[in-house]
């Protein structure tokens, strides 16, 4: 009974800012890490950050500086604050745990930048 929801993706104009969450359950949150992905349109899916249990994060190169992500281990939810947005961030935006010997994903959140 794992399960990821995120929420949070919307419309927004360049430069503005959106914070993605992704609620939990199935899994043991305090000790799992933890990712966000983003897949546009005809492109691979590719990592925009992480963090493990301890709370050390890693980002992509092309988000450095303006995303950060966070855990609240007694709500079971990691979010992604986006700053800065750009046109080229449009993608869908998906939460994902490794757990269990298996890699699990949310249904995703539609993240769109207008120029």
């Known amino acids: 009974q794992v399960q990821l929801v995120e929420s949070g993706g919307g419309l927004v104009q360049a430069g503005g800012s959106l914070r993605l969450s992704c609620a939990t359950s199935?899994?043991?949150?305090?000790?799992?890490?933890m990712g966000w992905y983003r897949q546009a349109p005809g492109k691979q899916r590719e990592l925009v950050a992480s963090i493990s249990s301890t709370g050390s994060t890693n980002y992509g190169n092309s988000v450095k500086g303006r995303f950060t992500i966070s855990r609240d281990n007694a709500k079971k939810t990691v979010y992604l604050q986006m700053n800065s947005l750009k046109p080229e961030d449009t993608a869908v935006y998906y939460c994902?745990?490794?757990?269990?010997?298996?890699?699990?994903w949310g249904q995703g959140t539609q993240v769109t930048v207008s120029s």
């Open positions: 199935g899994i043991i949150f305090s000790i799992n890490p």
């Open positions: 994902n745990a490794p757990a269990y010997g298996n890699s699990y």
